[in-house]
């Protein structure tokens, strides 16, 4: 495996998940020393009367002020990097139509007349070519899936009668697992898939031997 690009989803989606592990560190450091504060600096002690204090209004809308600010960056990078897989509009972008049933996967590449089917009794692979986007158009072809492959770090929701399109990019050569994660019947756990991350010609190769 290859060191992320600056361009791959893989990559893109761990910078986000970075984001929110540090930041949550933060928050439990400071939750864990303000509970370890109040414990030790006012616990019950000979002569020590209860506070009569109420309320603190400037500590409590400046901690509320904090607490929106945090979800706010957060909401906004996570919707930014969302954005970056959405609908593609670069003109090469391979494009290739994804469609979930019961419990299998359908990918066709629109103008190559390739088409790859399989189901949890015979796991499709379908092949892409490193480093290039990938347009995916996802849809179902009766209940709800999800196509997951969990090395790039991404889901997306298969819904009948709707096309969910997004875009990826794949920075390492090799065989990524894919799966469906939402549970969609009896073989649920079976309906996976693998993705052939190639060489621009490794993948023109494969095209040519699926026609």
Same mark, same amino acid.
């Not at 190559?112 to 015979?122: F, L, S």
């Not at 009948?160 to 697992?177: C, I, K, S």
């Not at 894919?178 to 490794?202: A, D, I, N, P, Q």
């Given at each position: +495996? ?32 303000? !509970? ?7 616990? /019950?002690?000979?002569? @020590? ?17 904090? *607490?929106?600010?945090?979800?706010? $960056?957060?909401?906004? #990078?996570? $919707? ?12 090469? /972008?391979?494009? !290739?139509?994804?469609?979930? $049933? ?23 692979? $379908?092949? !892409?070519?490193?480093?290039?986007? *990938? ?5 179902? %072809?009766?209940?709800?899936?999800? +196509?997951?492959?969990? =090395?790039? @770090? ?7 009668? @709707?096309?969910?399109?997004? =875009? ?12 469906? %994660? ?6 649920? %756990?079976? +309906? ?6 190639? #060489? ?10 699926? @026609?």
């Amino acid at each position: +495996m290859t060191t992320p690009g600056p361009a791959s989803t893989r990559n893109d989606f761990s910078n986000v998940w970075s984001v929110y592990l540090w930041i949550g560190l933060a928050v439990a450091v400071l939750v864990f020393a303000a !509970v370890a504060f109040a414990l030790v600096r006012y616990r /019950a002690r000979p002569g @020590r009367a209860p506070s009569r204090l109420a309320e603190r209004n400037a500590l409590e809308v400046g901690a509320a002020a904090s *607490i929106a600010a945090v979800v706010a $960056f957060l909401v906004f #990078t996570t $919707f930014r990097t969302e954005a970056k897989e959405d609908e593609s509009s670069r003109p090469d /972008a391979v494009r !290739v139509n994804v469609d979930a $049933f019961q419990w299998g996967w359908k990918f066709t590449y629109p103008g190559a007349g390739v088409t790859v089917i399989g189901d949890n009794n015979d796991e499709p692979n $379908f092949a !892409v070519p490193v480093g290039r986007p *990938i347009a995916f158009a996802l849809t179902s %072809s009766d209940v709800i899936h999800a +196509m997951w492959i969990p =090395e790039q @770090r991404f889901k997306r929701d298969a819904i009948p009668y @709707r096309v969910n399109r997004f =875009e990826m990019e794949f920075d390492a050569l090799g065989r990524e697992q894919g799966l469906c %994660s939402e549970f969609c019947g009896f073989r649920h %756990s079976g +309906m996976r898939f693998g993705v052939l991350v190639l #060489t621009e010609k490794g993948y023109e190769r494969w095209l040519a031997a699926h @026609r």
